[in-house]
């Protein structure tokens, strides 16, 4: 063991901590996925510092996270890892809840933290870590909640744990959307929200089953409208999807369909979803999102494990679509196809009956 660090099991779940570095610096459903551990954190330790290092893109919709006190951006990237590592100076504890290798262990290490805690741990730098044994990879941990709860549980925390995620409300994404809404005179309008984008394109529907389905939808519902979510990088394939609904199913007197890809702040999505009265989505972070504002999902699966990264609670309120990887090995992040053949076994007229069971539950 190269490690000489002093770690005394004693000082957890005590005043000894007063400092605490929380690492979840990767996407949006990442990071809201680690709020239920960080709430545990801070239950066990309500008068400690904790610090959360984010990234950089979702430090303005996490401030005001009551979890933690201070948020510092990074990437996760080598670009800024020096940057961070003079930031990050005179921790007592370290959990790393969601962060990429090889930075994340040893950013951890150069706080000074005494203790540092991740999981899964089978890699490399476990040597760093006060957790080496028992050694646990990602299909040990179950649902992405559970692996930050149980990280969470090594650095100390005790008692039942609330499994909800939570966001920080923001007065400027709600009045954002409010103005979008009666813009196009949406107010009391029923929205359908689609994200056809995604992190890796293994887990995007292809976008002509989105238009698709919206035409079936508009032939059992004539008063639905829909926006299309993404972020700014993903405004063309979201304009795409928009205008392909527009033109076969035009509303008379206004918009059938808007792209809200970046035209609103991503401040501005917890109140978007939670406007719209269902969102039909693959693997994403604003799959969570909807989840965390208590919106019902329709999630839709192939490469990615639901046991894993779908809804982690309120399963009731959401519909999950799952099918077979059809590649053996499955490509996932470098998927060759434009339009995965996997998600492409999503059939339509499975999407719509989901699309109807949840809007006609809502009407009961």
């Known amino acids: 063991m190269l490690d000489r660090r002093a770690r005394p099991a004693q000082e957890l779940g005590t005043p000894a901590i007063r400092r605490i570095l929380a690492i979840s610096c990767t996407a949006l459903g990442d990071t809201l996925l680690s709020t239920p551990a960080l709430r545990a954190l801070?239950?066990?330790?309500?008068?400690?510092?904790?610090?959360?290092?984010?990234?950089?893109?979702?430090?303005?919709?996490?401030?005001?996270?009551?979890?933690?006190?201070?948020?510092?951006?990074?990437?996760?990237?080598?670009?800024?890892?020096?940057?961070?590592?003079?930031?990050?100076?005179?921790?007592?504890?370290?959990?790393?809840?969601?962060?990429?290798?090889?930075?994340?262990?040893?950013?951890?290490?150069?706080?000074?933290?005494?203790?540092?805690?991740?999981?899964?741990?089978?890699?490399?730098?476990?040597?760093?870590?006060?957790?080496?044994?028992?050694?646990?990879?990602?299909?040990?941990?179950?649902?992405?909640?559970?692996?930050?709860?149980?990280?969470?549980?090594?650095?100390?925390?005790?008692?039942?744990?609330?499994?909800?995620?939570?966001?920080?409300?923001?007065?400027?994404?709600?009045?954002?959307?409010?103005?979008?809404?009666?813009?196009?005179?949406?107010?009391?309008?029923?929205?359908v929200a689609f994200q056809p984008g995604a992190s890796t394109m293994s887990r995007r529907w292809p976008r002509s089953r989105?238009?698709?389905?919206?035409?079936?939808?508009?032939?059992?519902?004539?008063?639905?409208?829909?926006?299309v979510t993404g972020s700014p990088a993903e405004a063309a394939l979201c304009q795409e999807v928009a205008a392909g609904i527009e033109a076969a199913v035009p509303f008379a007197g206004g918009a059938r369909a808007w792209a809200s890809a970046g035209q609103l702040p991503l401040i501005a999505l917890p109140d978007l979803l939670r406007r719209s009265s269902l969102l039909v989505t693959g693997d994403t972070g604003p799959m969570h999102l909807a989840v965390t504002v208590g919106t019902s999902a329709v999630a839709l699966f192939a490469v990615s494990d639901p046991a894993r990264s779908g809804p982690g609670y309120d399963v009731d309120k959401h519909v999950i679509i799952r099918k077979w990887r059809t590649c053996d090995p499955c490509y996932s992040k470098n998927c060759p196809y434009a339009e995965p053949i996997c998600m492409d076994n999503i059939t339509v007229d499975e999407v719509v009956a989901a699309v109807d069971a949840i809007l006609s539950r809502g009407a009961a």
């Open 42 to 191: 801070r239950q066990t330790y309500p008068q400690a510092h904790i610090t959360l290092l984010v990234h950089p893109s979702l430090q303005q919709l996490f401030t005001g996270l009551a979890e933690v006190d201070e948020l510092i951006p990074y990437d996760g990237k080598w670009r800024g890892f020096r940057r961070a590592a003079r930031q990050l100076k005179g921790f007592d504890l370290a959990v790393i809840l969601h962060g990429n290798e090889p930075q994340a262990t040893p950013l951890a290490y150069l706080s000074d933290a005494r203790h540092i805690f991740k999981l899964p741990n089978n890699n490399r730098w476990n040597f760093l870590l006060s957790n080496r044994e028992p050694v646990l990879g990602w299909d040990d941990l179950g649902h992405g909640i559970d692996q930050r709860l149980a990280v969470a549980k090594l650095a100390g925390a005790v008692g039942e744990f609330e499994r909800r995620m939570t966001v920080p409300a923001h007065a400027a994404g709600k009045a954002a959307v409010d103005a979008a809404l009666a813009e196009r005179g949406w107010q009391k309008a029923t929205i």
């Open 210 to 227: 989105f238009i698709a389905a919206a035409i079936s939808m508009v032939k059992a519902r004539p008063e639905l409208r829909f926006v």
